[in-house]
């Protein structure tokens, strides 16, 4: 039977909703087959629109070009099936459209300038505004080298905006690449500054602007400005849908700023993104940031070992000449294209920059540590102890079910003492600097009267900020330090674990799950000890509802704990342990009635399956995992698991099966 028109447009929106992946794209096909087949037709338009999205932020990009074609077709036979929205979307998507033909130097120049001018037609018949015309112009153009790019430039910016023009973040990312491209990298950081203090953001922003941002400071010399663009831009990382290129330009400014450890690290939690593009245009613009960092790299590590999956590859002067090897062919094949040398130039130009180097200190408890000392100084108090404090911090939980709020364990205490006061400035102060100084204070003023519980949570809660922000070398030794604190304090390991549990995330990310999973045995251990409740116990309460509270309490921590462990254990390599591991803690999740907990559990234990090479066996824990999501409609992460899903089924060649689970997203 036909659905109504609500009932596929909700479908189709669900779609929409979705993270990109194999999973979004699968279930996109499937809905656009089936609305074309059975109708409605008046939803064929946002079906198609959803494929074509769904396409283009993934290595899968160049499938949209067919439902594109699609959709211009059903627009042409059947314009009065577009409703409002539909038409928006079939005209914003020729924009992808040729930035997309762009990037593949197998598309001849012909075939997009009669793209270019199809879309300027189109755009004229319906009466839609010139700004994304002129802004595709101008792009096409400055991909080519071609003569007349900067009056094209000039009539972009001068173009009044209209309903299809780029966004307030995108538009300045596109005008700052050209600017320094050209040699004017002031005018271009004058233009992504303004765009960052607007509070612009967009798919892929503002950590993709910050990441140019943070190079084009180094190159001006201005340290303490870059070191400020690179802390931001880390921070907005994450919520970056496509990251490929933001990650490379971190590489690459790590590299020349002496920090050759976190360049290595960063390229080993990203490996993907040396072998896998949305086009040949992305893979060389990603490589060549690359290179540039490993041909840094090499002068002082070009013997140390890097594990890059599907990079051949085994050392940083391999992995450089890997990566040169891999750049020099695609320019060249986008010059002959173009008929000029514009990639060679700017291969030309990365490789100068190997040599333009500036020392930055990005070490945010360094920083705060200072700015602490100096407002100690400014009202009089003694200067911290040498060791009172670790120099520099940093380390974060990656968002995963055992992520740790310490702001719940320590809290601002409501007598108003200078430490609360210190502990009240971080928690409202929007700078990571000087909110970890006020953190540190806090610190420093609780052990200096004996709190050294205080002291110890502050201290976490400084480290905390720092590793959010890539400081990992100063978050383990603070983190560490903050640990030893709360334990000379007696503190109860049910409120250490949260602690212990954040350094071990620092501990994974710099290659030491072994030192992490001590730290995590020993609180392990600690909580199967008698206690009668140490600090921090609850109120005033009968005595049987007091150990009834700790032992739920304590049994909640020892779950987060083994989760944690599990993970620790991955990230050492022993996959098939991990996954015994995941499991089990995945049965006492549920059996505690946590089922995103337990899901997260089972995806763990599948992901470590599937490491382990048994792709079969990784079936039914993500199974679980897929199940234990829908339970709770935690929308994203189902997706991500289904990704994974979807790939295991389709490897083991049980293609009707990954079809199923694409198929059970929409309801």
Known sequence: MTRTLDEANRAVSTIMSMPYGVARSAAAEQEAARITAEGPDEARAY?????????????????????????????????????????????????????????????????????????????????????????????????????????????????????????????????????????????????????????????????????????????????????????????????????????????????????????????????????VSDSPGEKLAVLTHVAVATGVLRETHAATTVELAGVPARTVAELDRWARDQVAPIARAFDARHGTDRHARLLDAAWERQSRRLPVELGVLAAAERAASAAAAASGAPDAAPDAVPTTLAGSDAGSPAGVDLAGVTGGRP??????????????????????????????????????????????????????????????????????????????????????????????????????????????????????????????????????????????????????????????GQHVEAARQAETVAEEFGRAGLPFDAAHAFWLAGSALRAAGDAAGAVDPLRAALEGLASVGARADLTNVADELVDTLRGLGRAEEADAVAASLVP
């Open 47 to 275: 079906a198609l629109f959803a494929l074509v999205d769904s396409y283009t932020s993934t290595p899968e990009a160049e499938k949209a070009f067919l439902p594109f074609t699609q959709l211009v077709r059903w627009w042409d036979e059947r314009p009065e099936l577009f409703d409002g929205s539909d038409t928006h979307s079939l005209f914003w998507s020729f924009k992808w459209m040729v930035g997309l033909l762009a990037r593949f130097p197998s598309v001849p120049t012909a075939q997009l300038d009669a793209t270019l001018d199809d879309m300027e037609r189109r755009y004229a018949l319906a009466g839609n505004g010139t700004s994304a015309v002129a802004g595709e112009r101008f792009a096409w153009l400055r991909a080519q080298g071609a003569p007349g790019t900067e009056e094209a430039y000039r009539t972009w910016i001068t173009t009044p905006r209209d309903s299809f023009s780029d966004c307030a973040a995108c538009m300045p990312a596109g005008q700052a690449e050209y600017l320094a491209e050209t040699g004017r990298v002031q005018e271009a950081v004058d233009v992504l500054r303004s765009a960052v203090a607007s509070g612009a953001t967009c798919g892929d922003e503002p950590a993709g602007m910050e990441s140019l941002l943070e190079l084009l400071l180094l190159d001006l010399g201005d340290a303490a400005g870059a070191a400020a663009a690179h802390r931001s831009a880390t921070s907005h990382l994450e919520a970056a849908v496509s990251k490929e290129v933001a990650v490379a330009r971190h590489v690459e400014f790590l590299a020349r700023t002496g920090h050759a450890e976190r360049a290595l690290r960063l390229l080993h939690a990203f490996p993907d993104h040396l072998t």
């Open 415 to 572: 007598d108003a003492d200078p430490v609360a006061a210190a502990l009240a400035r971080a928690e409202v102060e929007p700078d990571p600097v000087q909110a970890s100084a006020a953190y540190l204070s806090a610190a420093r003023l609780a052990e200096e009267v004996g709190r050294l519980e205080d002291a110890g949570f502050a201290l976490a809660e400084a480290a905390q900020v720092a590793a959010g922000l890539g400081d990992d070398e100063g978050a383990v030794p603070a983190f560490t330090r903050a640990v030893d604190l709360l334990r000379a304090a007696g503190s109860d390991p049910a409120y250490v674990g949260p602690v212990v549990r954040a350094a071990a995330a620092v501990r994974a990310r710099t290659g030491e799950p072994e030192a992490a999973l001590v730290a995590v045995e020993r609180v392990l251990d600690d909580l199967a000890r008698p206690t009668d409740g140490g600090s921090g116990a609850p109120g005033p309460a009968p005595a049987e509802e007091l150990a009834a509270r700790r032992a739920a309490f304590v049994a909640a921590e020892e779950r987060q704990l083994r989760d944690v462990r599990a993970r620790l254990v991955a990230t050492a």
